[in-house]
């Protein structure tokens, strides 16, 4: 629940195209990513298909009151998940970005019972992003311009 609001992850659509391209390309979106490129629509809609194909990856929208939100992705690589998620710039600074890692932590738990761990990388300067990994408790290992939190999973 997120300010009053129920809030659940739903799986990506290949009809979830065009926003996953929007929230990608936009201006706050780019600067916190690794990548902060300009990504072309024919090549998004390319790595879309290729990601709802990969079985390896988990990747949800965030719904809160029947609205799109936020959407996050984790990569199963081993006994490891790399969690990535972004809000919709409307909805930034009202707690969405804890509900968002909350309920793909209970995702996880779920769906990939052999997952020992959860891995974020943070840009050193995505302040809103960092606070919300420490006060999930993960722990935080500071490395060049980046910040790499990590959370042990239950067995």
């Not at 932590?105 to 995505?126: D, F, P, R, S």
Request: glycine fraction near 6%; aromatic fraction near 10%; include cysteine.
């Amino acid at each position: 629940m997120m300010n009053g609001l129920n809030c659940y992850l739903r799986a990506v659509k290949l009809d979830d195209a065009k926003l996953l391209y929007i929230w990608r390309n936009e201006k706050e979106t780019r600067k916190n990513s690794f990548n902060s490129n300009l990504i072309d629509f024919k090549e998004h809609l390319n790595w879309l298909k290729k990601t709802l194909q990969n079985n390896a990856r988990l990747f949800y929208i965030l719904i809160c009151a029947d609205m799109e939100v936020g959407q996050v992705r984790i990569d199963i690589e081993g006994k490891i998940g790399v969690v990535n998620y972004s809000i919709d710039s409307k909805y930034r600074k009202m707690g969405y970005g804890k509900s968002i890692l909350e309920l793909a932590e209970q995702e996880l738990l779920k769906n990939a019972a052999n997952l020992k761990k959860i891995v974020g990388y943070v840009k050193l300067e995505n302040v809103a992003s960092r606070h919300i990994f420490q006060i999930l408790n993960y722990q935080e290992e500071l490395k060049g311009n980046m910040c790499i939190y990590t959370k042990l999973l239950p067995d």
